[in-house]
């Protein structure tokens, strides 16, 4: 009878923390003041510039790109070689659509080879801005659902930060 209560306390524990749910949470990423909606059993660490959300081996990040070309298909394409996507990968699958009211690409490329190991690029125009949302490190499977959420759940704020540069005059 304890042997039974044990393994069932143990299956409700393991579904439970399977099923967590979306908690909004504010960031500000570099310039842009965004909400996501970001399951709650992943790790959130901020740099500031970048935010990653980690789980296991899978990290997703969103960074503030800083100011780039207005054609977004144009600044999509300077921040996949940015991100060292120019030649080991190849784009399978590309389209626009909008996050929040903003135009956005996603670009799915995967290993020119093979044709595995799939990544997920997502670049928004927030005002001058590009903020980037993709797959870091991980199994594009183990990722997809949680990064489709994130994606649904952005609402931008209706201005960017102005993010001073730190003052190098010495005074304080």
Known sequence: MRRTACLLVFVLT??????QPEEPVDLQVGTHLITVLFPADWEHVDFGQRHQFRKDFERISIDDL??????LDMAADRAMDQFGEDGRREVASRSSFQIDGRNAVMVDTWDHLSHQY?????????????????MMQGRFEAMEETFDSLLAGIAFADTLVDVAAPDSSGRD
């Open 14 to 19: 393991l579904v439970t923390a399977c099923d």
């Open 118 to 134: 799939r990544k997920r690029y997502v670049f928004v125009v927030n005002e001058m801005d590009i903020l980037a949302i993709y």
């Open 66 to 71: 800083g100011p780039m070309s207005r054609n």
